[in-house]
């Protein structure tokens, strides 16, 4: 187990350490002002693994770049943004599991039914929907047509003052967790697809389980586990729908300022936002294993 | 549809040995064959089923026919495309000039999804927009596919630590949103629209690598590919005509499904405004216009182009898993 959680530990640094290399080879591909921004003066001269390496130890010690546009360090303006994307993601993700689980494990169970076609089709569509044009639609029917919701998300700082502001918050959370319930919804169904056919099913019902005590009991807690790591590997995909529904309602969360940023040409943001954003995929993808591995038994067992 | 369920079987016997054999000259051939012919007299042979199998084309026609699916995503391609292209021959407006006294018109006699805040019509401008998306979509897509193919077979045929280094750098790549990427690619160089081919390709290849590479790990073990080694066979030779040939069906599948991911992003892009660049129009663009006047409420400058995104890419989408059904009934 510890071995197992050793390698993959080691396997998440390298993916780290390349994301930064990514980051880094982008950085050399900017324009001169750009990269002296963010490599610091007097570096253009040295040798490509010096410039690295001096500039990831700057990364390390928390020095992300300085935005000469917003003339802020990229540092404080990620702090100042990311409550707000966080509150907007947090909510829309466990709204989208509460629908997506049942809707999956009902289309399972009833499969090829008549409600298993209309949830697939609705996925599909959902999947197809951008989420600008999703959001776009709302806004015109919810705020501008009928004025129950804000057109313009929440400007309040902060985790909490964004989750109180409901009247603005419920367009944007609504438009991101359609979206990722069709993520989500179609990979809850094939999860549950393969728990009914597995053998403990056909055990509990040869013990005479009913279908409620086979879903609930069987099915659905043997779904759960791969939820864990559903979530974690879609950490890139939330945040970029979080990026597009920022956009569109104008949340000054991490997607609107990296937007702007590429507007402006405001590379040291750019780059600095994506650095952290990739490295938190990594992290939570190498948590949902870890998560996966603590949870299911058999995965726990035969790691030992 | 029996002739498809026919072959597979006896491709699966000995397909690869059959075409080795056939290049190789008669010797083997001949013995097998005299071994084989008078017992088996009338019976066409496997590697006579095999020559006399449908081209991988129609095979893929037969399958799309096959899959209601399948038939109704590639109609819907069809017809969009030839709304595009063929619809502004037919269906004449001014896309150049600005006419604000008939600015904002909804739908309606002479304008039947009424007119932008330019003046233009919404339904010429919306074939003309296609163009541009289809073909950015169709190019980067195919781009994505081939790059992804490429690098997916290449590691899963190495394995080792070259295997595990290539799979990382897909893994860190993956790390950061697609959407992300690219504007970060945009925040330092402003791409004209067929650099933009390069940069929407260069961002979404690498669900392909990881696709294609478990395919070949599967591949590289079988017996044929074995058969190959043990006559001599190059790993070059392997890889290109063994693995990649066995591999297509599942590329093709994914070609569809980049292709769908590609008019998706570069629909985003130009909504965010920095797609493709006036004077030239998407219909991210569109949208992005209309979303600038939206409490206006002109809902048929957002909800025409977005059908038209949605009907695409969902018609994509629909064309890929009704090819994977009908390749997975094949295998």
Known sequence: ?304 | MTMDQLTPESADESPVPGAVVARQGSPVRGSRGRHAGPAAAGLPSAAELWAARPSWGRRSFAAIRANPLASAGAGIIVAMAAFCFIGPLLYHTDQLHVFLSRANLSPGAGHPLGTDGDGNDELGRLMIGGRISLEVGAASGLLAAIVGSLWGAAAGYAGGVADAVMMRVVDAGIAIPTVVLLLVMVSIVRPSTWVLVLFIAATSWLSTARLVRAEAITLRVREYVQAVRVMGGSGMRVVVRHIAPNALGTIAVNVSFQIANAILVLATLSYLNLGVQFPSVDWGQMIYLAVQAIDNGYWWQIVAPGTAIMLVVVAFTMLGDGLRDGIGQDV
């Not at chain 1, 390698?7 to 900017?30: E, G, N, S, Y």
């Not at chain 1, 728990?195 to 659905?220: F, K, M, N």
């Not at chain 1, 590379?267 to 650095?275: E, I, K, R």
Request: charge should be positive; proline fraction near 3%.
């Open chain 1, 1 to 304: 187990m510890t071995a197992y959680l050793a390698r993959r530990a080691l396997q998440a640094i390298v993916v780290v350490v390349l994301v930064t290399l990514i980051v880094f080879l982008l950085v050399r591909l900017a324009p001169g002002g750009a990269r002296a921004a963010v490599l610091g003066s007097g570096q253009s001269g040295s040798p490509f693994l010096l410039q690295y390496l001096s500039w990831l130890g700057r990364v390390a010690h928390g020095d992300l770049g300085f935005s000469l546009i917003r003339n802020q360090s990229v540092g404080s303006l990620l702090a100042a943004s990311l409550p707000r994307t966080l509150a907007l993601t947090v909510t829309s993700t466990v709204i989208a599991l509460a629908v997506a689980i049942p809707a999956g494990i009902l289309q399972a169970a009833r499969r090829g039914s008549a409600a298993d076609h209309v949830l697939r089709g609705l996925t599909l569509v959902f999947y197809g929907l951008p989420s600008f044009v999703l959001g776009s639609v709302l806004i015109l029917f919810f705020a501008v047509d009928r004025h129950y919701f804000g057109a313009e998300g929440p400007q309040a700082a902060g985790f909490t003052g964004v989750i109180a502001d409901w009247h603005d918050l419920t367009l944007p959370v609504l438009t991101l967790s359609l979206m990722t319930i069709a993520i989500f919804a179609r990979y809850m169904r094939s999860a549950a697809v393969d728990s009914l056919a597995q053998d403990y099913v056909e055990a509990a019902r040869a013990r005479g389980a009913g279908d409620r005590r086979v879903l609930i009991r069987h099915v659905l807690r043997n779904s759960l586990i791969p939820v864990v790591t559903l979530v974690g590997l879609s950490v890139p995909q939330i945040v970029g729908g979080a990026l597009i529904v920022e956009s569109l309602f104008n949340i000054q969360g991490v997607g609107w300022e990296i937007w702007q940023a590429a507007l402006g040409h405001d590379v040291a943001v750019t780059l600095g936002f994506s650095l952290v954003i990739g490295v938190a995929a990594v992290v939570g993808s190498l948590m949902a294993d870890i998560g996966y591995a603590l949870l299911d038994p058999r995965v726990r067992h035969s790691l030992t």
